[in-house]
């Protein structure tokens, strides 16, 4: 079983930075997607950045210019730099990995808190 252990949450000013690092406790050699996700107080959760092993990227609309995600493979780590933050940005953030075809793993997840 991989275990995700994800670090960098913290609170932070409007405008603020964060940096995100989720590391894995295995190397993954198989062709493999690491993403984050993040769930807001009485919303789903919902994918704001996702990169492949081959380091495509997509993001969702509302961080995009503003997040970068990035990964280091021989660290199996993946990183989230946000920048820009607001207060919408608040929410519990997840580290998952997708490794195919069709094993799926879950960090425990860091919250992120943006303050008006």
């Known amino acids: 079983q991989v275990q995700l252990v994800e670090s960098g949450g913290g609170l932070v000013q409007t405008g603020g930075s964060l940096r995100l690092s989720c590391a894995a406790s295995?190397?993954?050699?198989?062709?493999?997607?690491m993403g984050w996700y993040r769930q807001a107080p009485g919303k789903q959760r919902e994918l704001v950045a996702g990169?492949?092993?081959?380091?495509?990227?997509n993001y969702a609309d509302s961080v995009k210019g503003r997040f970068t995600i990035s990964r280091d493979n021989a660290k199996n780590t993946v990183y989230l730099q946000m920048n820009s933050l607001k207060p919408e940005d608040t929410a519990v953030y997840y580290c998952?990995?997708?490794?195919?075809?069709?094993?799926?793993?879950w960090g425990q997840g860091t919250q992120v808190t943006v303050s008006s």
């Open positions: 295995e190397i993954i050699l198989s062709i493999n997607t």
């Open positions: 998952h990995l997708v490794v195919w075809p069709s094993s799926s793993y």
């Open positions: 990169i492949t092993s081959g380091r495509s990227t």
